[in-house]
């Protein structure tokens, strides 16, 4: 954000980096979504870059969730807290509270692993395809979403659950790629900037139509970092809700490269409040 606090893209590496304290603690700034609330995608990806900056073990990323407790607001710096619970041979295990005024945000815990030779399987698509030919995506689907989250992307748009489709459960298929370079070690932070951007908007697909109200807001995000990529090249994130029940929906995905190699999974947790027409 600039001086007067209007968000504005700089690049993933400057909204990534954050700032050491005198008490061992790190501080920085985070884009909104909507209003004055930080973009969770951005926390995550702030949180496992500095997993991977504390570790210099040369460990990769095997797994992130977090629980977020908390909205906060932009206009204040976010506190982060890095905690090495275990350094192993082959893992480790770090734990990461967010906060901002003492207040708990978010609580994360990062799990590095040593990679290691071994028999190799994995899903392939659901639905293969290419991003050629498909619609460009400039802005969000939701009215007041922070164009800023988007700039660093050429986003296209897949095939799409729509009313009356014979699916069982809502889909939306999105191709992402990086317009600028991302340095070497910083590519999955990059990727959990990405994976929260419309996770959230998968599950209420068939209520789009039809609603006088809707809250939404992140309980919690889960990801399996499976295999290396390369964010200058296309990867498709497949997306979709298994279930929506007692105002909590779950989205799930797989990120795939242009190849259909799986690079990673995807949970998320929504609380979903919405208000339908008579």
Known sequence: MDDSGTPQWRGFV???????????????????????????????????????????RGMTPMSLHAHFMAAGDTRTLLEYKVTSMRSGRSFEHWAVDVSQGGRPLVAATVVLHHPEPSPEHQVRPQRPGGPNGLPVITQFPRAGTVVALRAGLEIRAGRNWTQGDPAVVPYQDRWYRCVEPVPEGWEDAVLAWCTDLESTWTVDLPYLDGVRSRTAASLDHNMHFHRPFDPSQWWLYEQESPDLFRGRGLATGRIFSLDGALIATVTQQTLLRLELED
């Open 14 to 56: 400057h909204h990534l980096t954050v700032r050491e304290r005198s008490d061992g603690t790190f501080e920085g700034w985070c884009l909104p979504g909507r209003g004055t609330r930080p973009y969770g995608g951005h926390i995550l990806a702030q949180t496992l870059q500095l997993v991977v900056q504390k570790s210099a």
